[in-house]
């Protein structure tokens, strides 16, 4: 693999050579790498790009990571990966995408992943997205997540996106089902002229199922975002969504909340804020010793932390 | 070490010019110097001023005979002058550890941020992973505002009225916290306080009332004179 290709890897997936346990890597849009273990099996599809990740029910302390990286310019990428967590498995799952783009052409990679969760299974999903190169083409990421978690089961959602990607419109959906819950964090931060766009929809169609959507974002220079969470309370269930933003230089950002209880029993909570640094947070670092520069830098990184 | 000399500060309040700091002159080499008075009468003002947080209208500043008038903050910062918020600030994600670490200048470890907690009485375990967010109560803040402080252990440092919103059982602390200050201390303290047990750990006391400095003197004779008065009348009358 390419050296490029190999800071991709670390900056999407903290991975400095072969990932432990399952892996899939797919480089320029092709399979770079692959390892399956007895409890976990990785197929190609064969009706359209992308992967089966199949997980056994039961399976426990187990991590799949399925990164990709794109070093070529003008690539467009779309892939389809599906994941079938067997009932009461226990995993953790790292995806990822990098992309270097030196060239003069959009280079687009489009994931769709699909999360089956069995019966009380419980999984952590973690995905970056980070984009690099220093040529005039565009770095476009749509990553697209759809989540169905069955009785009883668990996901966690971390989605990062910190740097250098020019446009992304990311849709997660998720359908719940009796005493199921997810938990979704999102970090981002747009700079330059970017264009971010999020949309959540959670429906808790079971009993006592819950959600809770948490996002926090920094929007720099004259970048947009726009935050949509909307979460469907169909039965008797918890739901909470939450946004926190900085805003700085002439970014803009919109954060559009939408709950809907269907039901006596649905309980749900929006929060939104939006807002500059404060002005005391700067003065009181720069009592500290930091220039107001190395404050700003402070705060935003803490923010996102 | 300190000098303000002919020091004035205007706002603008409701299109007229008010005057916060009336030509404010003060020299100040002690270890320990109190500043006290009414509220409204000009003593947050004059820590700012210090800091470089406002810009006097007019006058001079020196510290170690430089003058640092047209200084920024972090300019003063890094010279040696250290400010605690009367009201510390909150930050979404930072941690105790963060602070600590960014007011020590250099990157510390956990036993090190640890004892400048224990030094303002926080057991450093529960705190030193705590975000600086609204989940830390007033008097949690105030104290480890202190603590950064203590860590950038620079020449100068001004408090201003440590002891606001703490409670009585903190207070006594707080004390004992500056007590310890006084004898560890390498360079100068000026702490803006009402508290006569805080005044009587200075070395000198500065009342200041309607933006001017009415006195400046050693402890055991500005302190007994502003106890006996009653406190009705040192905020209507004495200080007119």
Known sequence: MEKIQKDLLEKIADLHGTPEGAYNIRANGALGGRNTTANIDIVTKEDKPGIDIIIKPGTKNESVHIPVVISQSGLTDLVYNDFFIGDDADVVII?????????????????????????????????????????????????????????????????????????????????????????????????GSQFAETEFTVDLNGENSGANVISRSVAKDTSKQVFLSRINGNNKCSGHTECDAIIMDNATVAAIPEITANHIDASLIH???????????????????????EAEEQIVSGFLK | MLELINVSFEVDAENEKKEILKDVSLKIDDRFVAITGPNGGGKSTLAKIIAGIYQPTSGKILFDGEDITNMSITERARKGISFAFQQPVRFKGLTVKDLITLAAGKSINVSEACTYLSEVGLCARDYINREVNASLSGGELKRIEIAMIMARGTKLSVFDEPEAGIDLWSFNNLIKVFEKMYDKINGSIIIISHQERILNIADKIVVVANGKIKQYGAKEDILPELLGRGAAESSCKAFD
């Open chain 1, 95 to 191: 995806a990822g995408c990098g992309i270097h783009n030196s060239g003069d052409k959009a280079s687009e990679h489009d994931g769709i992943h699909t999360f089956h969760v069995g019966k009380n299974a419980k999984i952590k999903y973690v995905e970056k997205h980070y984009g690099a190169g220093d040529g005039n083409g565009e770095n476009i990421m749509n990553p697209t997540t759809v989540i169905e978690i069955d009785d009883g089961g668990y996901m966690e959602m971390e989605t990062t996106q910190i740097k250098g990607i020019d446009s992304t419109k990311r849709v997660t959906t998720a359908k719940l089902g009796n005493d199921a819950k997810v938990v979704i964090k999102e970090k981002l931060m747009t700079h």
């Open chain 1, 271 to 293: 929060e939104a804020a939006i807002g500059k640094i404060a002005g005391e947070q700067l003065i009181k670092l720069m009592t500290l010793g930091l220039t107001e520069q």
